[in-house]
């Protein structure tokens, strides 16, 4: 029998939109956790950059 945690690894490499969007949100709850306005729009504008890179990526 196969842990959660096993379970969740089959599932993300399995489905590459599935793993790229649980990635995407973990990459979102670091700008959540900022402390300041300065660092939330650095960050926020880091995770702009980093998505539409991603996005302009043939697959």
């Given at each position: 029998m196969m842990s959660k945690?096993?379970?969740?690894n089959v599932m993300l490499?399995?489905?590459p939109d599935l793993c790229?969007?649980?990635f995407y949100k973990y990459d979102f709850f670091k700008?959540?956790?900022c402390k300041n306005r300065k660092?939330?729009?650095k960050a926020?504008?880091?995770?702009i950059v980093v998505?539409?890179?991603l996005l302009s990526v043939p697959k």
């Open positions: 945690k096993q379970q969740a490499y399995a489905l790229t969007a649980h700008i959540i956790a660092s939330t729009k926020m504008s880091d995770y998505s539409l890179s």
